[in-house]
């Protein structure tokens, strides 16, 4: 992106005037343009400026009114469509599909496009040109031509495991356009939930859009959860996406994650009985659709309501992580596969997705699923989402098929974007929004003359952590807007410049009602006592300036700059932020720094042993309000306190938290073991190191059946020095789960 404040190019000369001595100021678009002149002056729109469309030109009134719905939303004016307007648009011949031209100067806007989508790109560029003020709202002078990288720019959201209303997903459509993506996956069905209406299956919403979370053994109930969307609330939201610019590519699994389906229609499956609550666990279900003739009737049925809703050239059929144990168990099926001529469970799934792609075909749609469906050969004109790392879409563009980008981790936002305890659930494993930036969607692993099948990239959400619509909304946003720029814009890779055009973005995402996470700018604080006073060490992600203040006062531009480790009295508040342009960014911390908070270590400040199946999981309580969260490995529980400042020290303090057990991992829950416990509760153990003799023993008996965090308290001997403390729990069994809230090392009065 070129930023200049010389005279523009001859050919455009006469397309601005300039104001004597304006200064041009920093433009800060998110995806940054193809390309970009800045020059000076502009123009300052009011209420009288108004919109000009041409006549009967039904995608360029689209977009006009799309713009004159954003302006209000951050302070601009209202302004009607009227001729003669001030902003113009206009219809162009021979610019590129979905880009624009954008040229602004003294005397107004113009907004050139050859299709819908251009017209509305440009007038969401527009839109985040605008600056309002007192006077009203200035457009700095520009020539913008735009255009994207690449033809699919995804979000996935998955409504399956948690329901999420209609409201949210509009907010979260209107967020979408407002970084220039076009394609909404909507995860609809899984083992979890069945979200759609189908009219000609009644059950399939009836039974199973609602279950009873799962609880911890003595826990009392949580209410049921669910929902669905009707047919006609998805026909509005299709429509409201359509005038955004978005497609809508709904998802129906198979033949795996059927459990839902399966709940509702038994006969569905393979006559495996369901566990009572099973609906409720997380993991990877063993239960298949059955490859009966009545079965294929069901999905065909399901597609043809499908297909009546969702005008998609795509339709996804998902195709992942089928385990196909109840296969190979079959006679029935053994006897079909033999008949059919497949030699393996594996090109039977291939012989099922090709049988329904050529269905879809036969509708006029194509067949798009997980990379899984690559194995055993697909057919020709199916689609590709590769998700386990590119690979899958490596293959696909090798063997001519087109593929989208959706590797996991690195575009999975179930991941923790931040190590504090404020950023949430999700997996384990962090993946920052600077990790998520330096994706490079056209590798050197796929040949030049393959690219073009790269269709684009995706970033996907699975709910099983983020169970409400905040969370979810923290956990896209502002990932999200990094893979907008990767599908959008030429090779992006500077960060800091990305940083400093976020910044605006995130307070027009928030004012369209999706609240970004802030783990990209909040500080992180670690502290530790130093004699008698408080050694402070702050970091961040964002790459922008800390500045701090210990006299009460909110940290400004002024404040003074963090530049190495603070030794602090004790007690003093510290407040920190990161600080753009002089203005402190989302996520600012508030610390009460005292002789406690040096020797204390919440969940995501212990170190985890192992990270196997690494997870930050809710509390099973309360049924309303908030809940604690616990880090952990659930294939080994196990914390260590790392440098755990012992001396002074005659007691320890730990909060502890008991969730269910509700995994479906297979024959990997078998290798879970556990010390064997000497009370029936079973006890917290802390060792000096994890193979070192133990320090204290905290029963548990005072936590069990009760809900929330309770905490346990025990003497130690006194030690001297810093010291791993390991922690560890007995019990006879992996239900329920213990899980560390936070460990508080407590010195002599």
Known sequence: MRHTSCLLPALLAGALTFIPGAIAQPVALLP????????????????????????????????????????????????????????????????????????????????????????????????????PGTAGTFI??????????????????????HFQSPEFVKRLLDT???????????????????????????????????????????????PRIGGFYTQEQIREIVAYAGKRGITVVPEIEMPGHAL?????????????????????????????????????TF????????????????????????????????????????????????????????????????????????????????????????????????????????????????????????????????????????????????????????????????????????????????????????????????????????????????????????????????PVATLSPDGRKARVTLSGQSGLPLRYTIDGTPPSGTSPLYGAPLSLAMPTRLRVASVLDGTAQPGAIDLNVDARAVRRRDDTELKLCTTGIALRLADDAPAKGPRAAFLTDIGNPCWIYQAAPMDGVRSIAIDVGQIPFNFQIGHDADKIRFRPPATPAGEVEIRDGCEGPKLAVLPLAPAARRPGVTRLTASLKPMSGAHDLCITYTAKGVNPLWAISAVQLVTAP
């Open 299 to 522: 999905l065909e049925n399901v597609l043809d309501e499908v297909m009546t809703l969702f005008p998609s050239r795509y339709i996804h059929v998902g195709g992942d992580e089928a385990v196909k144990d109840q296969w190979k168990a079959s006679p029935k099926i053994q006897v079909q596969m033999k008949s059919l001529g497949i030699t393996s469970e594996d090109k039977l799934q291939s012989w099922f997705v090709q049988r329904i792609g050529r269905y879809l075909a036969a509708h006029d749609r194509r067949l798009i699923g997980w990379d899984e469906i690559l194995d055993g050969g697909i057919t020709p004109d199916a689609t590709v989402m590769s998700w386990r790392g590119i690979d899958g879409a490596v293959a696909a563009a090798k063997a001519g098929h087109d593929a989208v980008l959706s590797p996991a981790p690195i575009l999975y936002l179930n991941h923790r974007q931040g190590v504090t305890a404020a950023e949430g659930t999700g997996r384990g494993e962090l993946i920052t929004l600077a990790q998520v930036y330096a994706f490079d969607p056209a590798p050197a692993s796929i040949p030049a003359e393959q690219q073009r099948h790269i269709l684009g990239v995706q970033g996907n959400l699975w709910t099983e952590h983020a169970r409400t619509e905040a969370a979810a909304a923290a956990a896209i946003f502002p990932r999200g807007a990094a893979i907008a720029e990767l599908g959008w814009s030429k090779a992006p890779s500077d960060f800091g410049d990305f940083i400093r055009r976020l910044a605006p973005q995130m307070t027009r995402l928030s004012a369209l009602g999706i609240e970004p996470g802030a783990a990209v700018f909040r």
């Open 32 to 131: 940054a343009p193809q390309s970009l002149t800045t020059a000076e002056g502009g123009f300052t729109l009011t209420a009288t400026s108004g919109i000009a469309i041409p006549s009967g030109d039904a995608g360029a009134r689209n977009a006009a009114d799309r713009l004159a719905e954003l302006l209000p939303r951050t302070g601009g004016p209202n302004l009607s469509i009227k001729p003669g307007g001030t902003i113009r648009f206009e219809r162009v011949p021979g610019i590129a599909a979905e880009g624009y031209r954008l040229i602004t100067s003294s005397s107004g806007a113009t907004i050139s496009a050859s299709d819908d989508a251009g017209l509305l790109y440009g007038a969401v560029t527009l839109w985040q040109l605008a600056r």
């Open 176 to 222: 979408m356009a407002a970084n220039k993506l076009n394609t909404f996956h909507w995860h609809l069905v899984d083992d979890q939930g069945w979200r759609i209406e189908i009219k000609k299956y009644p059950r399939l919403t009836g039974v199973s859009a609602w279950r009873l979370p799962a609880t911890a053994p003595g826990a009392p109930p949580l």
């Open 260 to 296: 839902s389906a399966i709940r509702a229609y038994p006969g569905l499956g393979m006559g495996v009985p369901l566990p009572k609550g099973v609906e409720s666990d997380w993991g990877v279900f063993p239960w298949l659709y059955n490859t009966d003739e009545p079965t294929f």
């Open 140 to 161: 700095p002078a520009v020539v913008i031509t735009d255009a994207p990288r690449f033809r699919w720019r995804g979000l996935m959201l998955d409504s399956a495991r």
